[in-house]
């Protein structure tokens, strides 16, 4: 059974840095694309990053290119997502997701529970 | 970037209904359309995929159709398990942008 759990999400002060990580499990990790998408509380979806099985292919939405930086560990079955100069709109709940195929297609067939992230002074 | 806009935004149904919600987009995606469901306090779940795609163990009672910029989700019948949010995505190009959701509650 696939399983991905998030952690890191904390309560930070603006302009401050947090590191998200999403343990995978129950699938080849290696094989997958892994996205992060956020969810601020009580609003839509948005997709935040993708990065493909071998980390060739790395994309950014507008919103968090050049703050965020994502990652994976394939020899740890893990997932990060490096989130420097924070501002007050990236608070969210952050869900870590799997793509349905090997090429990053952006079809996100399995979700972690999402960690949340607050940005607040 | 290509824009998502669904229709409606939420939508009052009774058990045992047809229940059809509409993703448009604003440029032509081919069938590059995905639909996800999310309930309170959860994750969202992927229902259906490339237009018309049933997910595995996804329940029969939903169905997707349409191509280009044009799509509905349907739920037959509607059941209590049904009572959700809606999200369409497309994956046609980076972005993969979501639509704004619907809200189907009880009637």
């Known amino acids: 059974e696939v399983h991905l759990v998030e952690s890191g999400g904390d309560l930070v002060q603006p302009g401050r840095s947090l590191r998200l990580s999403c343990t995978a499990s129950g699938f080849n990790f290696d094989d997958y694309g892994m996205h992060w998408v956020r969810q601020a509380p009580g609003q839509g979806l948005e997709w935040v990053a993708t990065v493909s099985w071998n980390s060739n292919l790395i994309a950014y939405a507008d919103s968090v290119l050049g703050r965020f930086i994502i990652s994976r560990d394939n020899t740890k079955n893990s997932l990060h997502l490096q989130m420097n100069s924070l501002r007050a709109e990236d608070t969210a709940f952050y869900y870590c997701t799997k793509d349905i195929t090997s090429s990053s297609s952006g079809t996100m067939d399995y979700w972690g529970q999402g960690t949340l992230v607050s940005v607040s002074s | 970037d290509i824009q998502l806009t669904q229709s409606p935004s939420s939508l009052s149904a009774s058990l045992g209904d047809r229940v059809t919600i509409t993703c448009r987009a604003s440029q032509s995606i081919s069938g590059y359309l995905n639909w996800y469901q999310q309930k309170p306090g959860k994750a969202p779940k992927l229902l259906i995929y490339?237009?018309?795609s049933l997910q595995s163990g996804v329940s029969s009672r939903f169905g997707g159709r349409g191509s280009g910029t044009d799509f509905t989700l349907t739920i037959t019948s509607l059941q209590p398990e049904d009572f959700a949010t809606y999200y369409c995505q497309h994956t046609y190009t980076t972005p993969p942008a979501f639509g704004g959701g619907t809200k189907v509650d009880i009637k």
């Open positions: 490339t237009a018309s």
